[in-house]
C-alpha cells in the first residue's frame, strides 16, 4: 500500500515511483525554470486523492520540462497516491495531445481546421437536422469525469439551447442502481452518506462487488480495523487482492456464483430475522414494510442460498452473526454494509442495493455514527455527474424533470418558460440503440465518454455511432471513439482548468489550475458557449468555473442535492483545514447567520422521505438475463486492473503503466485450462451471442473453475465489452456488465508465435 505520508512509493503492487513534494518555490529537475506547487486532486476515481503539483511555468513546460505529483494529506487518501496517481501527469504531455480541431472531409478523412470552421459546421448540421427531423434528432452524451461545472453546463445546453429531452451520460453504467436503490430507500441518494474515514472505527465490513485493494488502493487504509476485529467480509467470485485482506484472521471471502448476491443477502437477511439479531426497535421508529421483507426472506434459508449461491450455509451464519454483534443495538464499535459495481452492475441491480439497504436497516446501521449502508462511487466525479443535469430525468440539485415545482425553480434561474423545458429523456442503453435508427436521433455530442470501449455490446454500439449523422467529440487523446467523429473538438484536462468534483462521501472539492493548456484547446465551458452563440442563445452560458458553479448553487437551492451555500471562494477558504472540504447539502443561509457547515453524515435524524422513515421493500432473486448454457457454459465476469482505468484511453498512455499491465487476459482456474486446452501465457477467446474476445489465458487458482475473468480496458480483439450484454435493470436502466454467458475455448497451439504477432500496443 502507498504510504501514508507524502513522499514516493517503493516500486511494487500497489505503487510505482513518484515524486516527493515540493516545498514553496523550487527549480524543475534539470530545467532550471520555477515551478509553481498546486494543490489539487487526482483526475481519475471517486476517490479523488489529494495531491500536490508542480508544475513550471508556461514557457518552461512547452519544452518538455516535467510536472511532478506528490501525495498530499487528504481524509480520503492521507497523503498516499496508487500508480494511477503517481503518473497522473504524464498524461499532461501525451505526444498525441488533441491540440486543434478535426473534421471529417469528403475523403472520410479527419483533417485539421480552425475553430470557427468546426464550430460553425457544427451549428449548422444541428440546425439542419432539427429543422428536418424535430428537435428530438439531436442527443448528448456526457461523462462522469466532468466537474461539476460542465455537468451542469452540458444539462443545461441540452435543455436550454437544444431543447431536447435526450441527454444521458456514462454514470448510467457506474452509478445507476445504487441511486435508484438508495434514493427509493432513504429519499436521497449519496454514494457515501458519511466520510470514508469513517470505517476505521467499524468492527465489521460487509463489501460487495468491489476489489478496493485494485481500483482504490488509498481507500483500503480505512478497512485495518475491520480486519483487525475478523470482520472483514468480501463477496466475489474471484480470489482478487480485496478478497485476499480476509486470509489469516482479517475475515471471510464468500466466493459465490456470479449473478448471486441477491441470493447472498436475502440469506443474511433470513439469518437476521430467523435467530434474532434484528434491531427491532430501530425498525418501529425508524423504518416502514420491514414485516414484508422480513415474510419474503423467510424462503431464504442458508441451505437454500448454498445451493444458489455456492457460499456454505456456515459462513452466511458466521457472516450474519459477525454483523449483528458489530451493530450498536448489540454494544458494538460498528458495521458498514458497501455495495460496488460487481453487485450493482446488474438486471437485478435495483434490487441487490435494495436487499442490501434492507439488512442494512434490519441492523440498525444507517443514521447512526459508524455504522450505515453505502455504495462506493466508481467515477472521479460520478456523484456530482449524477446531480445536476446529465441524467435523463434529473435537473440540477438531484431534482426530477417531471416534477412541476422542480421545473419552475430550474426555469426561473435559466431565465425560461418551464413549459420549454422538455420532459425526461432515455437511458443511456435505449439511447444508444436508437441512435441512426428511424425516427432516433441522428445526431450525437459526447462529452468525457469512450463509448467505443466503455459501453456494452460495443460492436453494436460501433455500428450505430457509425450510423449517425453527425457525431462530435469532446477529448483531450484521440481514442477509438473520437476515430468514428465527423467532428473532434480538443478540450483541456484536470491540471489545466478551474472547477469541483464531487468525492464518493459527497465532498465538494476544487479542483485547481496548475498549468495553461496547450494553444488551440479550449474548456468544455468554453464550447458550449461559442455553440450556444452560433445556435441563436447568446446568454446564460458564462465560461468563468465560478460564475457558473454560483448559478449552478442557485438552481440547487432546495433540491436534495443543495450546494447553495457553497461557492469556489468559500472552497479554498475552507478545503485548507482538517475537514478536507465540505459535503453536501450544504443549503445557504440568510445574511448576518453563520454558514452552514455541510454535513458529513446523513440522516442522523430523518431520512429524506416525507415522513423521514427509511422504506424497507421486498425483493426477489431472478439470476442473470444471460444464464449458462450448453453453448456458453461458463461465466464471464468482468473488472479493472490496479493499473488502468475505464476504457484506458490516458492510462495506456503511460509508459509505466502500459509496461506493468500491457494486454488483455483472461483469467480462469486450473481446471478449465485443462479441459479446453490451453497453457498459462497461451492465447484464448470468449464467445457469448453477441461477439468474441480473444486475450492472453492467466491460469490462477484463484479463480472459479465455472467463472472466467477479462479487465475491461482494452479496445480491439481483447474488447471485454464486446462480449457482454446491454440487457439493463428495469428500474435503473443499468446494463448488466458483470456476468454473462460464454464459450471458453483454445486458440491455435501456435500461442507463441500468434501472441507476438497479436500483442497490441500502449495504445490499440
Same mark, same amino acid.
Given at each position: ?10 516500486? #511494487? ?10 516545498? #514553496? ?54 497523503? #498516499? ?25 469528403r475523403d472520410g478523412e479527419l483533417r485539421p481546421v480552425g475553430w470557427d470552421e468546426a464550430l460553425g459546421h457544427v451549428a449548422a448540421r444541428l440546425t439542419a437536422l432539427q429543422a428536418e427531423h424535430g428537435r428530438e434528432s439531436i442527443a448528448v452524451f456526457g461523462g462522469g469525469g466532468l466537474t461539476n461545472e460542465k455537468a451542469y453546463a452540458l444539462g443545461k445546453f441540452a435543455r436550454v439551447v437544444l431543447r431536447t429531452p435526450f441527454i444521458d451520460y456514462n454514470g448510467r453504467f457506474c452509478m445507476a442502481s445504487a441511486a435508484a436503490g438508495a434514493t427509493r430507500a ?56 480485496t478478497a485476499g485482506l480476509t486470509e489469516g484472521d482479517g475475515g471471510l471471502h464468500l466466493q459465490a456464483l456470479p449473478g448471486t448476491d441477491l441470493a447472498v443477502l436475502l440469506g443474511l437477511l433470513h439469518v437476521v430475522w430467523a435467530e434474532r439479531l434484528a434491531d427491532t426497535a430501530y425498525l418501529t421508529a425508524r423504518t416502514t414494510g420491514a414485516d414484508d421483507v422480513r415474510r419474503s426472506v423467510s424462503a431464504w434459508w442458508p441451505e437454500r442460498v448454498e445451493q444458489v449461491s455456492g457460499v456454505p450455509a456456515a459462513e452466511l451464519r458466521r457472516t450474519a452473526r ?13 458495521? =458498514? /454494509? ?34 450505515? =449502508? ?35 425553480? @430550474? ?14 429523456? $432515455?437511458?443511456?442503453?435505449? $439511447?444508444?440503440?436508437?441512435? #441512426? ?23 453494436? @454500439? ?46 465538494? /472539492?476544487?479542483?485547481? $489550475? ?24 447568446? @446568454? ?124 488483455? =487476459? ?9 479441459? /479446453? ?8 477467446? @470468449? ?78
Open positions: 500500500m502507498p504510504a501514508r505520508h507524502p513522499a514516493p512509493p517503493a516500486p #511494487g503492487r500497489h505503487g510505482v515511483p513518484g515524486s516527493a513534494a515540493v516545498p #514553496g518555490s523550487a527549480a524543475v529537475p534539470g530545467s532550471g525554470a520555477p515551478i509553481t506547487p498546486t494543490d489539487t486532486h487526482c483526475p481519475y476515481c471517486a476517490l479523488q486523492c489529494a495531491q500536490t503539483l508542480s508544475a513550471p511555468d508556461d514557457a518552461a513546460h512547452a519544452t518538455g520540462a516535467p510536472v511532478t505529483v506528490a501525495g498530499r494529506d487528504f481524509p480520503t487518501n492521507r497523503g #498516499g497516491l496508487c500508480q494511477k496517481g503517481w503518473t497522473s501527469a504524464q498524461v499532461l504531455g501525451t505526444p498525441d495531445r488533441l491540440t486543434t480541431p478535426l473534421l471529417r472531409g432513504f429519499g436521497v441518494d449519496r454514494g457515501l452518506p458519511f466520510p470514508l474515514a469513517d470505517l476505521g472505527g467499524a468492527q465489521a465490513v460487509l463489501l460487495l462487488g468491489s476489489n478496493l485493494a485494485e481500483t482504490m488502493p488509498p481507500a483500503v487504509a480505512h478497512l485495518a480495523g475491520a480486519r483487525a476485529a475478523g470482520g472483514l467480509v468480501v463477496v466475489d467470485p474471484r480470489r482478487s487482492a459477525l454483523l449483528a454483534d458489530a451493530s450498536p443495538a448489540r454494544g458494538g464499535t460498528g458495521a =458498514y /454494509i458497501l455495495t460496488g459495481r460487481g453487485a450493482e452492475q446488474s438486471t437485478q441491480g435495483t434490487a441487490t442495493v435494495t436487499a442490501a439497504i434492507n439488512l442494512a436497516l434490519a441492523l440498525g446501521l444507517p443514521g447512526r455514527v459508524g455504522s450505515g =449502508y453505502g455504495a462506493i462511487t466508481g467515477q472521479g466525479n460520478g456523484q456530482g455527474g449524477r446531480e445536476h443535469g446529465q441524467k435523463s430525468d434529473q435537473l440540477p440539485g438531484y431534482r426530477k424533470i417531471d416534477d412541476p415545482a422542480a421545473r419552475a425553480h @430550474v426555469a426561473a434561474v435559466w431565465g425560461v418558460d418551464p413549459a420549454d423545458l422538455p420532459g425526461p429523456g $432515455l437511458p443511456a442503453i435505449e $439511447l444508444l440503440r436508437r441512435c #441512426g435508427t428511424p425516427g432516433g436521433p441522428r445526431a450525437l455530442l459526447v462529452h468525457g465518454c469512450n463509448l467505443v470501449v466503455s459501453a456494452p455490446d460495443s460492436d453494436r @454500439v460501433r455500428d450505430r455511432l457509425a450510423a449517425l449523422d453527425l457525431l462530435v467529440v469532446c477529448d483531450i487523446v484521440p481514442s477509438e471513439t473520437t476515430r468514428l467523429a465527423d467532428v473532434v473538438l480538443p478540450v483541456t484536462q484536470w491540471a489545466e482548468e478551474e472547477g469541483t468534483m464531487t468525492s464518493l462521501e459527497g465532498r465538494v /472539492i476544487r479542483r485547481r $489550475l496548475a498549468l495553461s493548456p496547450p494553444p488551440g484547446v479550449r474548456s468544455e465551458l468554453e464550447v458550449l458557449h461559442e455553440l450556444a452563440v452560433r445556435l441563436g442563445v447568446t @446568454v446564460g452560458f458564462p465560461t468563468d468555473p465560478a460564475a457558473v458553479f454560483d448559478e449552478l448553487a442557485r438552481a440547487s437551492a432546495g433540491g436534495p442535492a443543495d450546494y447553495s451555500g457553497l461557492s469556489h471562494a468559500r472552497l479554498d477558504a475552507e478545503s485548507r483545514g482538517p475537514g478536507g472540504a465540505l459535503h453536501w447539502p450544504c443549503p445557504a443561509v440568510p445574511d448576518g447567520q453563520v454558514q452552514h457547515p455541510g454535513t458529513p453524515r446523513m440522516f442522523l435524524e430523518r431520512f429524506g422521505t416525507p415522513d423521514g422513515r427509511a422504506r424497507m421493500v421486498a425483493v426477489e432473486h431472478r439470476g442473470p438475463s444471460d444464464d449458462l448454457r450448453p453453448d456458453a457454459p461458463v461465466y464471464l465476469i468482468t473488472g479493472r486492473v490496479l493499473q488502468h482505468y475505464q476504457s484506458g484511453a490516458q492510462t495506456r498512455r503511460v509508459p509505466a503503466l502500459a509496461a506493468a499491465q500491457p494486454e488483455p =487476459y483472461i483469467e480462469m482456474h486450473p481446471l478449465l485450462a485443462d479441459r /479446453i486446452g490451453v497453457r498459462d501465457g497461451e492465447l484464448a477467446q @470468449v464467445t457469448s451471442s453477441r461477439g468474441t474476445a480473444v486475450a492472453v489465458a492467466h491460469v490462477t487458482a484463484g479463480a472459479r473453475p465455472d467463472t472466467v475473468f477479462m479487465p475491461f480496458h482494452w479496445a480491439g480483439e481483447g474488447s471485454a465489452n464486446r462480449v457482454t450484454t446491454d440487457a439493463t435493470d428495469p428500474v435503473s436502466g443499468m446494463p448488466e456488465f458483470k456476468v454473462c454467458a460464454v464459450d471458453v475455448r483454445s486458440v491455435d497451439a501456435r500461442a507463441a508465435d500468434v501472441r507476438a504477432a497479436r500483442r497490441p500496443a500502449a495504445i490499440a
